[in-house]
């Protein structure tokens, strides 16, 4: 049975910082990894970072350079290091395993209740 529990949400001013976290069970890593989605209200879930099996990483634009993914095998935790914080970034955020299809890594199987991240200026 599959879970996936994300953590570590909050409210914090622009600027902060906040370390997500997303424990997860049952599932069988592919090459796709895991990733991390967000979705804030009235618009459509996103892509914000994979962190695929051979250890290669993919950001949205919208992030790179202040979200860092990473995971550790040991605990089944992948993590989401935000830094420099934007009222944009005010979202549910969720992690979710990725599969390799005909059109790459896709993701969407499996989602956790997600963890509240508000930004406020």
């Known amino acids: 049975q599959v879970a996936l529990v994300e953590s570590g949400g909050g409210s914090v001013q622009a600027g902060g910082s906040l370390k997500l976290s997303c424990t997860f069970s049952g599932i069988i890593l592919s090459s796709c990894g895991m990733a991390w989605y967000r979705q804030a209200p009235g618009k459509e879930r996103e892509l914000v970072s994979r962190l695929e099996s051979d250890g290669n990483t993919v950001y949205a634009d919208a992030v790179k350079g202040r979200f860092t993914v990473s995971q550790d095998n040991a605990k089944n935790t992948l993590y989401l290091q935000m830094n420099t914080l934007k009222t944009d970034d005010t979202a549910m955020y969720y992690c979710?395993?990725?599969?390799?299809?005909?059109?790459?890594?896709?993701?969407?199987?499996?989602w956790g209740q997600g963890t509240q991240v508000t930004v406020s200026s």
């Open positions: 979710t395993p990725s599969r390799l299809s005909f059109r790459g890594c896709v993701s969407g199987d499996y």
